[in-house]
């Protein structure tokens, strides 16, 4: 979510229960994204995190891809679909290094 002046501008992504437990199988560990997991299977609502964060740039630039998606029918769908999955990625890799204590601060 982003708020310039008087507008505000929300990106969404959602994706299937099935869908989310194959991406987040290969993640096991990763205390954060078990808690969130175990959440949604229970059926409830969650947030991944409570916190706002600012949007890393290659995040920024997956979501603009998205959005402006060149391609049309089973290109464009295969295109989201590898952009979804990025996205994922990119934001996984973001929260973990959000998570991990700098040893210089």
Same mark, same amino acid.
């Given at each position: 979510? $982003?708020?310039?002046? &008087?507008? =505000? &501008? !929300?990106? =969404? !992504?959602?994706? $299937? /229960? @099935?869908?989310?437990? &194959?991406?987040?199988?290969?993640? *096991?560990? @990763? *205390? ?8 949604? +299977?229970?059926?409830? /609502?969650? !947030?991944? =995190? ?20 060149? #391609? ?6 295969? #295109?989201?679909? @590898?952009?979804?999955? &990025?996205?994922?990625?990119? #934001?996984?890799?973001?929260? *973990? ?7 210089? +601060?």
């Amino acid at each position: 979510m $982003t708020h310039n002046k &008087e507008v =505000s &501008e !929300l990106f =969404s !992504l959602q994706f $299937t /229960p @099935s869908c989310f437990y &194959e991406l987040t199988d290969v993640m *096991r560990g @990763s *205390r954060q994204m078990d808690d969130f997991k175990k959440q949604i +299977s229970r059926g409830r /609502p969650v !947030l991944f =995190s409570d916190r706002w964060a600012n949007i890393p740039r290659q995040i920024d630039r997956c979501i603009d891809d998205i959005i402006h998606c060149p #391609f049309a029918a089973d290109l464009k769908k295969l #295109f989201l679909r @590898s952009k979804a999955i &990025e996205l994922f990625v990119l #934001f996984t890799h973001a929260a *973990r290094e959000a998570a991990t204590p700098d040893p210089f +601060s």
